[in-house]
């Protein structure tokens, strides 16, 4: 398998428990006073271990240029999603 299409994989695997974890993290929904249901801790640690587990498959495969592609689109899509999230109202909030 080529390294982008390894890359992608794992990528598009590791964002949906990201995804979730940061839909249902209990800061965010308290802070807007949501009335959804957060994670518990148990559940909020598997969630973790899971967007772990492909970077981890490529680095057991050898697949080094994969897993730093992995890793840094992970790590950018994460901070996206924070952002995006973090919007009220169309403005970014910005703790001082």
Known sequence: MSTD????IAI???L???LTL???????LR???SAQRTAAASERRVL???ALVPGLALATL???PAFL???????????????WLSRESGRVVAEP
């Open 16 to 18: 949906l428990p990201v």
């Open 31 to 33: 802070s807007r006073r």
């Open 69 to 83: 592609i992995w890793l840094g689109s992970v790590s950018a899509a994460g901070w996206l999603l924070v952002l």
């Open 48 to 50: 973790a271990v899971l």
């Open 22 to 28: 940061a839909l249902r993290d209990p800061k965010r």
């Open 12 to 14: 598009a695997v590791s």
């Open 62 to 64: 050898g697949q080094w």
């Open 5 to 8: 299409l390894c890359s992608a």
